[in-house]
């Protein structure tokens, strides 16, 4: 089996980009957001497989038809056969695992909001592949811990685009040293600051300090749903840098690189 590329953090090496099948489950998931979903998947990789399951003669479904074409996804129909069962679900497992079959796959993106795949999330793991989760907020905790990484779809919803305000009068510039944090925009939760000053006491060294991408890795392993833009901030970086009365940060280079990379402590 070919070794799978790592899909810890967005990809950005040409000659790495994982591959990665993406899997919509009609009955589950919104047509609103599929944009916002496959450029959040691009991040990662390239959606090699982009599938999508449901029966396209429902009314329920007749937004994902108008989507369909426009974004290259194949649609697979199930009939309801009956009521009550869900022949969707099986539908899209059974192709799951054929692809995760075929070895040429690094990872699966699983859209929905059902709790009946944790199961095949777990399963794909099992094969060392990564699991992506894209789901509603109303998703049960069985799903989204089953994913390496789950993402809300609600921070994923396009916003409104504020009318263009009147040009104001150029203010005096000011010469400044100290950087200022980013503002946060329509958070919908509070900060959780207990569970983020323990995270990131597991992810120090032994002076206090740790990388970014360190901390960042161990919040989504203790709660794969973490994401900054559910409160406010478009990275953990900004979060952390609009937060001084909890962390302290600092910009370091390690030896033989050139490239300076943000340290973050605990006040």
């Excluded at 959606?47 to 937004?63: E, L, M």
């Excluded at 369909?68 to 009956?82: E, G, H, M, W």
């Excluded at 069962?85 to 070895?103: C, E, F, P, Q, V």
């Excluded at 010469?175 to 597991?202: I, K, R």
Aim: net charge neutral; aromatic share 8%; proline share 6%.
């Amino acid at each position: 089996m070919e070794p799978s590329r790592s899909l810890g953090k967005p990809q950005h090496d040409e000659d790495s980009t994982a591959r990665l099948a993406v899997l919509i489950d009609a009955d589950n998931a919104q047509a609103t957001v599929i944009e916002g979903i496959l450029a959040e998947v691009a991040r990662f990789g390239e959606a090699s497989v982009k599938r999508i399951y449901g029966d396209f003669t429902s009314p329920h479904s007749a937004s994902w038809k108008k989507v369909l074409q426009k974004y290259a996804i194949k649609p697979v129909q199930q009939f309801a056969y009956s009521t009550g069962k869900n022949s969707t679900d099986s539908m899209l497992i059974i192709d799951a695992m054929d692809l995760l079959y075929t070895r040429r796959f690094d990872g699966f993106c699983l859209v929905t909001s059902d709790s009946d795949f944790t199961g095949l999330a777990t399963r794909i793991r099992e094969e060392g592949l990564t699991v992506l989760g894209f789901g509603e907020k109303k998703t049960p905790d069985a799903f989204r811990n089953a994913c390496h990484k789950f993402i809300l779809t609600e921070v994923l919803r396009p916003r409104a685009i504020e009318p263009e305000k009147k040009k104001a009068k150029p203010k005096v510039s000011v010469d400044t040293t100290t950087e200022q944090p980013p503002a946060p925009v329509s958070p919908d939760l509070s900060l959780p600051q207990q569970f983020l000053l323990d995270a990131l006491e597991q992810s120090t060294d032994e002076d206090g300090w740790a990388p970014l991408a360190t901390f960042g890795s161990y919040l989504n392993k203790l709660q794969p749903d973490f994401d900054p833009r559910l409160y406010g901030f478009k990275k953990l970086s900004d979060l952390v840098k609009a937060n001084p009365s909890l962390f302290v940060t600092d910009k370091r280079t390690k030896s033989g690189q050139t490239q300076k990379q943000l340290y973050v402590r605990a006040q």
